[in-house]
């Protein structure tokens, strides 16, 4: 019994981190209309950050620094923020696309830059030993104290989102959405307000990447997988409902259940038929995709229009 | 209309949710639950067949000898890691959390053996045995004695390539390899060991996977220092069949030296047996005495007459399944901590000799109290302090479109 509890806190915390990245996401693509497919390069600037300052001595990567992990993370979401500044700076002002397009370049010479530079990363072998918080604690507690300080971020992320859709800056980035014309002529810079969004998304993302380098304990670049960090982050939003933080996050539990699950069944046939599952899984991803934008684009939970002022 | 709609699903989310407990409630019932984390997708996907059917044979002949522990069957529960490390940790703690095996087979790969050990098997005291994580590094992961492998570590197989090449009389090469733990770390045992043999290493690259092309990087590798042959350390389906191929169109390299990554049928039948005639590799071999290896490939043959009792690590995976059932019989329970202390008393000297096939024999000299010494089909299977297992190193030559082994050497 304790041990399935356990399992359902582990799956848990991945849902968890998965949801900061859904909520990071939101920010950018849900309110502002920016196309992010590089959020893999996010993820990796934010893990290895984290993994490289609190890791251990060792002769195979940069490290020994043995900061604690409330030193490192808040590093690891500026990290991620860092990296977004200049490319927000410079594809911003083209068109939407541009960015996809930018975003997706830059995380694939990440995941090259970290597989080839030994004295940083570790090349191939990666960051090992990175330490849990809590792990102190021993199995269970540790183990459920980290899904608590997960659940912790994702709630004060969440909250902060929140509290960004509903201000005034919110409100301006919706505008700049919908009709970048009618925000010009309100007299919103729209280049300034979506570097803004941008920047603050990929720091979610970057505490993400953290996160999910101290669950793993390790960070190598074979992690860093373009489907399971950048697409299934995109398909958790859509399904849940782009442009609501309500619908990020029950995207994110929503879909990683679909997917835990999906491993159980595959996991129940016998050899042969588990091997072709797991392509088959992959598929019905892609399938689910298609369908719920075929049928249902606004996803679970849709964004509401905001309430007319009283 | 939108409410309702999420009642709908939630419900179904929790609907599926409900379908994972009653098996929790299952694992306290008789059989032994065994795990094994495989790549039954990604790159390694092409080595996962017979591997699978090497462990599956083993657990079958454990049962159909009348199980262990006083009748108990051993029942394997199945996870694909997809070749990745993360999924590889999340399928883990299924297993370890959810399945409650008593141990695990696998991973294969070593940087993901390494991710799956730290964050997952090591702290809830699994003991795992890789059938194929051959990286030096998992020597060194800080392990409370909990994993092992069958495979034997890269240092050794890199030398024995590298007296096999001098000994055909190449003096040049250049060498290609993954760019990953495996292909750097075997690549580097190579180099070194070939120039110490007075060998030239005209140049080297490490490639990325899954590139459409990799001509331009044979132009160079073959432009420079007049190389006599290209040592391809690669996986089949990741790159492996396409260097291969852009390298013989091209007329790049015409002797090919290969590694246990590319030791497989599929890579004759993709490339062509014509162009791979003569073609040399080395992979962790079988040293075991010929009648125990007979008897293993038989039983193989018999039940998988489709799949090669030869291929890549698949021997080891037997072992791998046999050394786990053999510690739990001498554990005289599935607990995880009492088959760890288990492995190395049936594994290593001294001990009556059992080998691939005779279960029910060594249940018999455990009962009577003897100490065993399990010789497997891979190798005699001696793990030392690192967990490694001490065994030999296969040569082998594409002869006629069939990998034919030449032979097995320990240094």
């Known amino acids: 019994m304790e041990a399935a509890a356990l399992y359902v806190a582990t799956m848990l915390t991945l849902a968890g981190i998965y949801a900061a990245l859904a909520v990071g996401l939101n920010l950018q693509w849900g309110l502002t209309g920016l196309m992010n497919f590089g959020g893999l390069g996010f993820v990796a600037v934010g893990a290895y950050t984290s993994a490289i300052l609190t890791a251990g001595e060792s002769a195979q990567h940069l490290g020994g620094f043995g900061w604690p992990w409330w030193a490192a993370w808040p590093l690891a979401a500026a990290a991620g923020a860092l990296l977004a500044l200049p490319i927000g700076a410079i594809s911003l002002r083209l068109r939407a696309d541009y960015l996809a397009i930018a975003t997706l370049g830059v995380a694939e010479i990440l995941r090259l830059a970290v597989r080839n530079e030994d004295w940083l990363t ?16 021993g199995q269970p507690w540790g183990q459920l104290a980290y899904l608590a300080l997960v659940a912790a971020m994702v709630a004060a992320l969440f909250a902060l989102a929140q509290a960004t859709a509903h201000s005034p800056f919110g409100r301006t980035l919706r505008a700049i959405r919908d009709d970048e014309e009618a925000a010009k002529a309100a007299g919103k810079n729209p280049a300034a307000f979506r570097l803004q969004a941008f920047v603050l998304g990929a720091a979610c993302m970057g505490l993400a990447g953290a996160m999910l380098a101290h669950f793993f304990k390790f960070m190598g670049p074979d992690a860093l997988d373009p489907v399971t960090t950048t697409f299934l982050v995109w398909v958790m939003l859509i399904a849940g ?7 990020a996050v029950l995207g994110a539990v929503a879909v990683w259940a679909v997917w835990a699950a999906t491993d159980w069944l595959a996991a129940q046939l016998p050899g042969e038929l588990a091997t072709r599952a797991a392509y088959v899984r992959l598929f019905l991803i892609g399938l689910a995709l298609q369908l719920i934008l075929l049928y249902r684009p606004q996803g679970l939970i849709g964004e509401r229009p905001p309430r007319p002022p009283a | 209309m939108i409410q309702l709609a999420l009642g709908r699903r939630a419900a179904l989310v929790l609907g599926a949710g409900g379908l994972a407990w009653p098996a ?9 639950r065994i795990g094994a984390i495989l790549s039954a997708s990604g790159g390694l996907a092409a080595f996962t067949p017979p591997i699978r059917a090497g462990i599956g044979l083993a657990l079958e002949e454990v049962n159909a000898a009348g199980g262990l522990l006083g009748g108990r069957r051993l029942q394997l529960v199945e996870a694909d890691d997809q070749t990745n490390p993360q999924v590889a940790v999340s399928v883990a703690t299924r297993l370890v959390q959810a399945d409650n095996v008593s141990a695990i087979i696998g991973p294969m790969a070593s940087g993901i053996t390494i991710a799956v050990a730290n964050a997952v098997t090591v702290p809830a005291g699994v003991p795992i045995i890789s059938p194929s994580a051959t990286a030096p590094a998992v020597s060194q992961i800080q392990d409370n004695d909990t994993v092992f492998r069958t495979a034997v570590p890269d240092d050794l197989q890199g030398q024995v ?27 580097n045992a190579f180099s070194t060991s070939f120039q110490a043999r007075g060998g030239t290493v005209t140049a080297s690259q490490n490639f990325e996977e899954n590139r459409p092309s990799y001509r331009a990087e044979l132009q160079t590798l073959a432009g420079r220092g ?4 290209l040592v391809l350390i690669a996986y089949p389906a990741s790159g492996g069949n396409t260097i291969l191929r852009n390298a013989i169109e091209n007329a790049f390299f015409t ?17 062509g047996a014509r162009p791979l005639a003569g073609s040399i590799g080395t992979a962790p071999g079988s040293a075991a005495t010929p009648e125990q290896r007979a008897k293993y490939e038989a039983a193989f043959r018999r039940a998988n007459p489709n799949l090669d009792p030869g291929g890549a690590f698949v021997a080891q995976a037997y072992d791998a399944a046999y050394v786990i059932a053999l510690a739990i019989q001498r554990a005289g329970s599935a607990e995880r901590a009492a088959i760890r202390a288990a492995i190395r008393e049936v594994a290593n000297a001294p001990g009556e000799v059992v080998g691939p096939g005779e279960f029910a024999r060594a249940r018999d000299l455990l009962a009577r109290g003897a100490a065993i010494n399990y010789e497997g089909a891979s190798g005699p299977i001696e793990f030392n302090q690192h967990g490694d297992a001490q065994g030999r190193i296969e040569v082998w030559e594409i002869q006629d479109g069939r990998i034919v082994t030449i032979a097995n050497v320990s240094e």
């Open chain 2, 24 to 32: 929790v409630g299952r694992a306290q019932s008789e059989p032994v």
């Open chain 2, 255 to 271: 002797r090919f030296v290969l590694t246990d990554g590319m030791r497989d049928q599929s890579v004759v039948e993709a490339v």
């Open chain 1, 241 to 247: 409902g782009s442009g609501n933080n309500f619908g």
């Open chain 1, 122 to 137: 570790g090349g191939p072998l990666g960051v090992p030993g990175i330490p849990r918080p809590f792990e102190a604690f």
């Open chain 2, 161 to 187: 390539l590298a007296r096999v090449v001098r000994e055909r009389g190449i003096e040049r090469a250049a060498v290609m390899a993954i760019n990953n733990d495996y292909g750097r770390g075997l690549a």
């Open chain 2, 226 to 229: 007049g190389p006599q042959a």
